[in-house]
């Protein structure tokens, strides 16, 4: 897999500028710029999450849960831009994917600031898996990558 170009802060921003664009685009208001730098404390893989008010959306706006991810994961971070927006309901509690010029990432943000990773030269299979477990209110997926947390 190619190395990032971009820094990890700046990718990571880019990442929550799409997030937020997508909400505000499917609430009909402008996108808003965010920033975000860096940060290096691990992710505890005991907390609770949960899919209470759950919502899926891609850069073609929100999709219904799949029953198969793989496919859905596969379509949408295909091209270099792709990205996927888990949201499971509670305030700041989200996973997301993106593809950033054919690099993949993965990050989750659990309740705060404070517990917002990534991770880098992530497959497919493995967003598809950490996707759907987190739409499942599961979280096996964190002890398999290696995180850094995004200070923002």
């Given at each position: 897999m190619t190395p990032l170009?971009?820094?990890p802060a700046r990718v990571a921003s880019q990442m929550r500028?799409?997030?937020?664009?997508?909400?505000?685009?499917?609430?009909?208001?402008?996108?808003?710029?965010?920033a975000s730098a860096r940060g290096t404390s691990a992710p505890c893989e005991n907390d609770?999450?949960?899919?209470?008010?759950?919502?899926?959306?891609?850069?073609?706006?929100?999709?219904a849960e799949p029953e198969r991810w793989l496919p859905l994961v596969h379509r949408t971070l295909l091209s270099a831009g792709g990205f996927l927006v888990v949201d499971s309901g509670p305030p700041n509690t989200y996973?997301?994917?993106?593809?950033?010029?054919?690099?993949?990432?993965?990050?989750?943000?659990?309740?705060?600031?404070?517990?917002?990773?990534?991770?880098?030269?992530?497959?497919?299979?493995?967003?598809a898996?950490?996707?759907s477990q987190w739409a499942r209110g599961e979280?096996?997926?964190?002890?398999?990558?290696?995180?850094?947390r995004l200070a923002l």
């Open positions: 170009t971009t820094p500028d799409t997030r937020r664009m997508s909400e505000r685009k499917a609430d009909g208001l402008p996108a808003t710029p965010a609770e999450i949960g899919p209470n008010g759950l919502t899926i959306r891609t850069p073609d706006g929100t999709v996973a997301q994917a993106l593809n950033h010029e054919g690099s993949l990432i993965l990050e989750y943000r659990d309740g705060s600031r404070e517990r917002h990773f990534q991770a880098r030269e992530v497959t497919l299979e493995e967003i898996t950490a996707l979280r096996e997926f964190v002890g398999r990558h290696d995180w850094h």
